[in-house]
């Protein structure tokens, strides 16, 4: 755990309102590799390289830049019955996708790896949003 770092990543939410998402990252070099599929901080990805900057007075470490991006795209689920939510979580694995739920929110938090077809990934998202069974965002979109 000693090259794992908790970064924070702050989050304009609307009206001068902000959110505060800590992730883990590692630490490569002077740089971090982000290492949990993001909830709410938005353009990030699983993967992706970033700059932090220490705050000495709140003693943490904040989002400073990009480095390098992953090319893997993030997605949010946002369900109204979160009966389903594993179902759903299980589907994506199926295409090749990792998740991960905050159940309190009824969010699941997805990465689409840069490898995996984002096609058919989408469709399903696009059924499933269709017969109100969920809404979904493109948070970071990677993919063609």
């Known amino acids: 755990m000693e090259n794992n770092q908790k970064v924070l990543f702050v989050q304009n939410i609307g009206n001068d309102e902000y959110e505060i998402e800590s992730l883990w990252c590692i630490k490569d070099g002077d740089n971090y590799i982000v290492d949990n599929i993001p909830f709410i901080a938005k353009r990030v990805s699983l993967g992706d390289t970033i700059k932090a900057e220490f705050d000495t007075a709140e003693n943490a470490y904040y989002f400073d830049d990009f480095v390098a991006v992953s090319g893997n795209t993030t997605l949010r689920i946002y369900f109204k019955n979160e009966q389903i939510i594993e179902d759903v979580r299980h589907q994506l694995n199926n295409f090749g996708c990792s998740a ?21 990934v989408k469709q399903y998202l696009d059924e499933g949003e269709q017969k109100e069974k969920w809404q979904y965002e493109e948070s970071c979109l990677a993919h063609e």
Do not use: H, W
């Open 100 to 120: 991960e739920i905050f159940l309190a929110r009824k969010i699941l938090s997805v990465n689409v790896p840069g490898t995996v077809d984002y096609a058919p």
